[in-house]
């Protein structure tokens, strides 16, 4: 772990067990074309500069999704950290054929093609964290968890979740982590959280800050935000996402300070 992390507050968590993370993550979405987070980013280099000078700040747990440009978020996370020692989440069953639509589609061959893209958008041979993005209605959430017990992805983890929904995947396959939307001012999850710490799984709250997925700009303060996300369980994996190398290192100062 970076120095520019360390602190007396316990700062990791053992993902399944096997990989220790910085509870403190950068999420990508915000790293494609705009408006509707759709098509690639337009300053490439820069969103590589960037990704990397959060590797450089002990940043170490980096989330995507195929549904993210789409594929251009794991794209230039791929060309960033494909061969860096950090741990890389993408997320599949969801489409994006154009800005303002979303397809669901969690059925055995959609998800495998989007493991075969995710493996070579992202440069790896292994994909650490690949998360079911939203539950099929068409689909069985059973029939999607089982679909990820694939050699190619080393944890299986969930998103936009029910509690039902998960205690049906834990039946078919373990799970790593569940990310769904929770913040200081958004509780509706409480329980989730709580269940998921007393399984030792994960919990990703996306829209730490407040944020519109849609609309940039944190409608929460960042230190009073990531502090009471961080004391709220000792099991959430906080994952602001920024386009400025200048709110990146706010927010890693504000967690500094916590």
């Known amino acids: 772990m970076s120095a520019q992390l360390e602190n007396t507050t316990p700062r990791t968590f053992a993902l399944a067990g096997d990989l220790t993370i910085n509870r403190l ?31 450089e700040l002990g940043v170490d747990f980096f989330d995507s999704a195929w549904s993210y440009g789409p594929e251009t978020a ?30 669901v589609d969690g059925s055995r061959d959609a998800l495998h093609r989007q493991i075969d893209g995710a493996l070579r958008n992202l440069r790896r041979d292994r994909i650490d964290l690949f998360q079911l993005h939203r539950v099929d ?46 913040n200081l001012s958004e509780q509706a999850d409480s329980e989730l959280v709580d269940h998921t710490a007393e399984r030792g799984i994960a919990f990703i709250p996306y829209g730490p800050l407040g944020a519109h997925p849609l609309q940039h700009g944190a409608r929460l303060d960042p230190g009073e935000a990531l502090a009471w996300l961080l004391q709220r369980s000792p099991n959430t994996i906080v994952i602001p996402g920024t386009t400025s190398i200048a709110h990146l290192e706010q927010n890693v100062r504000a967690w500094q300070h916590i």
Do not use: C
């Open 25 to 55: 993550g950068y999420g990508a979405m915000r790293l494609t074309g705009q408006p509707g987070n759709f098509g690639p980013y337009p300053d490439w280099a820069g969103g590589v500069a960037l990704l990397r000078r959060a590797a």
């Open 74 to 103: 794991d794209q230039i996370v791929g060309d960033a950290l494909g061969d860096r020692p950090v741990v890389i989440a993408t997320k599949g069953g969801v489409d994006k054929p154009e800005a303002g639509r979303m397809v």
């Open 137 to 182: 209605p068409a689909t069985p959430i059973e029939t999607s968890v089982a679909a990820l017990a694939d050699g190619r992805i080393r944890h299986i983890g969930l998103s936009n979740v029910t509690r039902d929904e998960l205690d049906r995947a834990l039946a078919v396959a373990a799970i790593a982590s569940v990310q769904n939307r929770f």
